[in-house]
């Protein structure tokens, strides 16, 4: 099929995630044949680098033979066995052992599902089952974030605080949302340190309103990803801990973005100091190169549903599936070997914050900021105002086009564009990624003018 045909049928039959269908249906689908290094290349043959990592999985880049021929391997001698009814694999033993290590201290098991999403739903379970051991049945409600991503299953919708997804689905009514601690967008006339407190005193709030005795579990994500990449003033977690350790309520930390080297540290939660209760993965730890997710237990819950009889009736058919851990190992390994977290966190991430911040420079960009090898940039007409082009966050859109275009994908929520590329990008690159940046820009400034 050539690429008209392949999107006249793309447009028949297939039916894509979060996307409006009548938009693409006129447009059109980008048709991505092949990826190299941290490179993608569409049917037309134009290439880019990629800003996004996939969609935040591909921190390695696209080119680890480790990776596929450790799957391939895995395919040949036991492509598929379940881990119900007292059986286990190999791989799936030795990438639990792998992940106790590299985790924060503290966790030592893990139940895997098949993404970040029903991570997130066995989360809800096991908040449940923990707490019904423990004879506090009455301990049901989880406290969100308004603007958080926690994935689109009904649990990981709901507990998401996205309200045009909310608006599209019954959510569930155990579910409470709080403020966010985007200073840029709610910070009003506060300083980052004020908002951060202010932010996470919501919390408190909160839970006082609902009653402790009735309040299971807070989640979050170390910093909102898909919300646009929204980092927290430093003031924020250790209020968030001071609030949490007033009362007897599990933390769900939602690491599938920020986990395996985001940050310049192993996981959010080491960056930030926390000891969550719960930490979901996904994404980066198979790079992408095969489903995989799931959660990490603490030793304090693991030793309630571990010691308690009775079965814990959750599970699925691919939780742990043999060729997903073994992509999940050969992740680990290079990321292990290559040293390539602390390069992130000495040199790359330094760098990348060092030259994203020249973009704050530019006459339509009202704040930019990176930590690690994450970055985001806030799009306006007015910098001291911060007011934005338009209501409908038109700029946005313009710009990840225009991005596309000078060569770089970047996302766009709203008008806040976003990055998160590969952990393997040389200082070469970030060169390169800022100026194609720093172009699209340009280009979008003339197009909204
Ligand atoms: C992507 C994402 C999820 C959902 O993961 P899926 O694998 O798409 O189900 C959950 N939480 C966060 C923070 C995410 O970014």
């Given at each position: 099929m050539n690429k008209s045909q392949l999107q006249q049928h793309d447009r028949e039959h297939l039916l894509h995630p979060f996307t409006d269908f009548h938009d693409l249906g006129n447009q059109g689908t980008r048709v991505i044949t092949s990826a190299e290094g941290a490179y993608i290349t569409d049917i037309d043959g134009h290439k880019m680098l990629d800003g996004m990592s996939g969609l935040w999985c591909c921190n390695l880049g696209y080119s680890r033979r480790e990776i596929s021929e450790a799957i391939y391997e895995q395919l040949n001698k036991l492509p598929f066995y379940n881990s119900f009814f007292q059986c286990t694999t190999v791989p799936s033993i030795e990438l639990a052992d792998m992940l106790a290590e590299v985790t924060p201290a503290g966790m030592n098991n893990v139940f895997f599902t098949g993404s970040g999403s029903e991570a997130n739903d066995t989360n809800l379970r096991i908040i449940r089952r923990y707490w019904d051991l423990k004879e506090q049945p009455e301990k049901r409600i989880v406290i969100s974030r308004k603007?958080?991503?926690?994935?689109?299953?009904i649990g990981g919708a709901s507990l998401g605080g996205m309200s045009g997804m909310h608006k599209q689905f019954q959510s569930l009514d155990y579910i409470e949302h709080i403020q966010q601690p985007y200073w840029f967008g709610e910070g009003g006339d506060m300083s980052p340190e004020e908002f951060g407190v202010h932010a996470a005193r919501c919390l408190d709030e909160k839970i006082q309103e609902l009653g402790p005795e009735k309040v299971a579990a807070f989640i979050a994500e170390p910093i909102q990803g898909a919300g646009g990449v929204i980092i927290p003033p430093e003031t924020y977690w250790p209020e968030i801990k001071k609030v949490l350790d007033q009362y007897d309520i599990l933390l769900v930390m939602d690491?599938?973005?920020?986990?395996?080297?985001?940050?310049?540290?192993?996981f959010g939660a080491d960056y930030y100091g926390m000891k969550p209760d719960l930490m979901t993965f996904a994404k980066a730890v198979t790079n992408g190169y095969f489903p995989l997710g799931g959660t990490m237990v603490s030793d304090r819950v693991a030793e309630v549903i571990k010691a308690k009889g009775g079965e814990f009736t959750h599970g699925y058919t691919y939780s742990a599936h043999p060729a997903a851990c073994m992509a999940g190992i050969a992740t680990l390994n290079i990321l292990r070997e290559e040293k390539i977290i602390e390069t992130v966190r000495d040199t790359t991430g330094p760098y990348l914050a060092k030259r994203w911040a020249e973009l704050a420079d530019h006459p339509i960009v009202g704040e930019a900021r990176t930590l690690g090898l994450v970055g985001a940039l806030e799009l306006v007409k007015d910098k001291n105002s911060r007011a934005r082009f338009d209501d409908d966050c038109t700029a946005g859109g313009v710009c990840r086009d225009m991005s596309i275009k000078n060569g770089l994908v970047m996302r766009a929520t709203g008008d806040t564009m976003i990055i998160a590329p590969p952990l393997i990008l040389t200082i070469e690159q970030i060169d390169e990624l800022v100026e194609k940046a720093h172009r699209a820009l340009d280009d979008t400034a003339r197009a909204m003018a």
């Open positions: 603007n958080a991503y926690h994935g689109s299953t690491e599938v973005i920020f986990g395996f080297g985001r940050t310049g540290e192993w």
